[in-house]
């Protein structure tokens, strides 16, 4: 793997073209099964989520979902993320920005176990497995926590 500086910015990751998605492939490659080993499931509307992996410039972060958990409607912080499904399927619905913390869906799909996902740092996402699935992302130059949002309710003027 690219050694980065551990005094990253996104700008100074962006202009030494390390390549989070070729990272990413290359940890799941070498790894993917040690990740999927350590997935725990919690009961709850939660999905757990680990710290696994961490080198100068990005973390690694291992979630495991079970049905009918999702996350909240959010964004990365304008973080540079990608995520791959190590196991199951899960819904991503991506959103736009209307006024405030209010946000309309754009889109919406599934990912299947081995899908990489490269999300625009100033993406507006939610999540939620179909069946159990674990997941594993990859921020860069690390988590950071974005904004939550709320959906635009139906008819509401």
Do not use: N
Not at 35 to 49: I, K, L, S, T
Not at 83 to 104: C, D, H, M, Q
Not at 124 to 129: E, L, Y
């Amino acid at each position: 793997m690219p050694a980065i500086s551990s005094d990253v910015t996104h700008e100074s990751v962006c202009q030494t073209r390390v390549d989070p998605v070729e990272i990413l492939k290359d940890l799941v490659r070498d790894q993917g099964e040690t990740f999927h080993r350590r997935a725990r499931f919690c009961g709850g509307a939660v999905y757990h989520r680990e710290l696994v992996h961490a080198a100068p410039g990005y973390e690694v972060w291992l979630l495991s979902w079970l049905p009918g958990q999702v996350s909240p409607i959010h964004d990365h912080g304008g973080v540079v993320t990608v995520s791959t499904v190590l196991s199951g399927v899960v819904f991503e619905e991506r959103f736009e920005r209307i006024a405030g913390p209010l946000v309309r869906p754009t889109w919406a799909g599934l990912r299947e176990a081995g899908a990489i996902d490269p999300i625009d740092p100033a993406a507006i996402h939610r999540v939620r497995p179909v069946g159990s699935a674990v997941t594993l992302h990859l921020y860069m130059p690390m988590c950071a926590d974005g904004q939550i949002y709320q959906a635009e309710v139906a008819g509401a003027a």
